[in-house]
Nanobody, 115 residues
Framework: QVQLAESGGGLVQPGGSLRLSCATS????????MGWYREAPGKQREWVAT???????SYPDSVKGRFAVSRDSAKNTLFLQMSGLTPEDTAIYYC?????????WGQGTQVTVSS
């Protein structure tokens, strides 16, 4: 069982930045691929960023160049650094982790981009 706890969401103006955190209940070294997803009102949950256990990252075109995912094994935390935010980035952001063949999700953190 892996518990994930997101934090760092909030209200930010267009063009601003936020850093999301996802604390894990076990050593992050025991976790495989981790990622961030988001769900906007009335839309399906979509993939935002992935970082493999070896540190290789990937992003969809919608956030490439603006978002950066990283994992800190000392803090057992996954991060998502977001910049150049637009109202279209408004959503609940969820942390995801794969461990022992199972997928785990956090409760999500709200990000609102508005002036």
């Amino acid at each position: 069982q892996v518990q994930l706890a997101e934090s760092g969401g909030g209200l930010v103006q267009p063009g601003g930045s936020l850093r999301l955190s996802c604390a894990t209940s076990i050593s992050i070294l025991d976790i495989g691929t981790m990622g961030w997803y988001r769900e906007a009102p009335g839309k399906q949950r979509e993939w935002v960023a992935t970082v493999a256990g070896n540190g290789v990252t990937s992003y969809p075109d919608s956030v490439k160049g603006r978002f950066a995912v990283s994992r800190d094994s000392a803090k057992n935390t996954l991060f998502l650094q977001m910049s150049g935010l637009t109202p279209e980035d408004t959503a609940i952001y969820y942390c995801n982790a794969w461990a022992w063949g199972f997928s785990y999700w956090g409760q999500g953190t709200q990000v609102t981009v508005s002036s």
